[in-house]
């Protein structure tokens, strides 16, 4: 079954660091581009970051950027979200999702493929 697993989210002072995995099952993520969205309460949830297939492109919401990081690992069939310099605002469920030869232009808005059920992320004293 094609599924896709996010973990590292939890409980985290502000100035602190976090590092999330989004892991792919039943198919191979190489061919795929991966996108971060964040959702907080009472909030839209909002694109953060996008990964190509390849990793030949990478975008970074300005709300986030010089603070988070996005990589791919193809051999493990995983991409990852690093998480620094952390704000009570960035305080959400973060959700990883998928599409197939993507270039991640608009990875906002776009349609995936598949979703994972998120990893709550909290940044507090």
């Known amino acids: 079954q094609v599924q896709l697993v996010e973990s590292g989210g939890g409980l985290v002072q502000p100035g602190g660091s976090l590092r999330l995995s989004c892991a792919a099952s039943g198919f191979t993520l190489d061919y795929y581009a991966i996108a971060w969205f964040r959702q907080a309460p009472g909030k839209e949830r909002e694109g953060v970051s996008c990964i190509s297939r390849r990793g030949s492109r990478t975008y970074i919401a300005d709300s986030v950027k010089g603070r988070f990081t996005i990589s791919r690992d193809d051999a493990k069939n995983t991409v990852y979200l690093k998480m620094n310099s952390l704000k009570p605002e960035d305080t959400a469920v973060y959700t990883c999702?998928?599409?197939?030869?993507?270039?991640?232009?608009?990875?906002?808005?776009?349609?995936?493929?598949?979703w994972g059920q998120g990893t709550q992320v909290t940044v507090s004293s």
């Open positions: 999702a998928t599409r197939r030869y993507y270039d991640c232009s608009g990875y906002g808005s776009t349609q995936y493929d598949y």
